[in-house]
T-cell receptor, first 112, second 112 residues
Framework: LAKTTQPISMDSYEGQEVNITCSHN???????ITWYQQFPSQGPRFIIQ???TKVTNEVASLFIPADRKSSTLSLPRVSLSDTAVYYC?????????????FGSGTQLTVLP | DSGVTQTPKHLITATGQRVTLRCSPR?????VYWYQQSLDQGLQFLIQ???????AKGNILERFSAQQFPDLHSELNLSSLELGDSALYFC???????????FGQGTRLTVV
């Protein structure tokens, strides 16, 4: 079972780039890594998903090194509204079985 | 609005009771996932269904069960409830396994 770990909290200032790293041990070669954003009293919201190397969309980038034992979510030029909890999610395929494991979440606080 | 509908939004019940949580996925989505979020355990994957069949099972207790019906809505049944079952229960849906999942707003269960 893949386990994911991430920092409990991070602070940043508006306009800065924020990088949040998630470590996932024993991730299988065909696992995706997904990142979600969650605001209080709301369900998680998809940010980005990747398998290897680099993925970029309109809100974030995801960097996954060759060994895939970690992934880094990069948020360019954060704003106050980016204050939220960010979760990484590792998907593990084992034959026909599949386990999804969230990290414990990183509370990002963006300061003015 | 993610397009995923969960009912009820809030539920208060006594220990030992049984409740049913309902989820209507986004139109066309075949996969439904159930997650539990509590203060001490964080986000935990419970179970996934794909087009009516169980696809993956996570940290789901034997007292809990789920199913997905022909119209693709899903129900999560929680029985012999304990105080520790108090949590937010999220449902998410996606088109296929591995695709971006969209979360509902959750059902807040309080066991007293």
């Amino acid at each position: 079972l893949a386990k994911t770990t991430q920092p409990i909290s991070m602070d940043s200032y508006e306009g800065q780039e924020v990088n949040i790293t998630c470590s996932h041990n024993n991730i299988a070669t065909n696992d995706y890594i997904t990142w979600y954003q969650q605001f209080p009293s709301q369900g998680p919201r998809f940010i980005i998903q990747g398998y290897k190397t680099k993925v970029t969309n309109e809100v974030a980038s995801l960097f996954i090194p060759a060994d895939r034992k970690s992934s880094t979510l990069s948020l360019p030029r954060v704003s106050l509204s980016d204050t939220a909890v960010y979760y990484c999610l590792a998907e593990l395929y084992s034959g026909s079985a599949r386990q999804l494991t969230f990290g414990s979440g990183t509370q990002l606080t963006v300061l003015p | 609005d993610s397009g995923v509908t969960q009912t009820p939004k809030h539920l208060i019940t006594a220990t030992g009771q049984r409740v049913t949580l309902r989820c209507s996925p986004r139109s066309g989505d075949l996969s439904v996932y159930w997650y539990q979020q509590s203060l001490d355990q964080g986000l935990q994957f419970l179970i996934q269904y794909y087009n009516g069949e169980e696809r993956a099972k996570g940290n789901i207790l034997e007292r809990f069960s789920a199913q997905q019906f022909p119209d693709l809505h899903s129900e999560l049944n929680l029985s012999s409830l304990e105080l520790g079952d108090s949590a937010l229960y999220f449902c998410a849906s996606s088109g296929r396994t591995g695709e971006e999942a969209f979360f509902g707003q959750g059902t807040r269960l309080t066991v007293v």
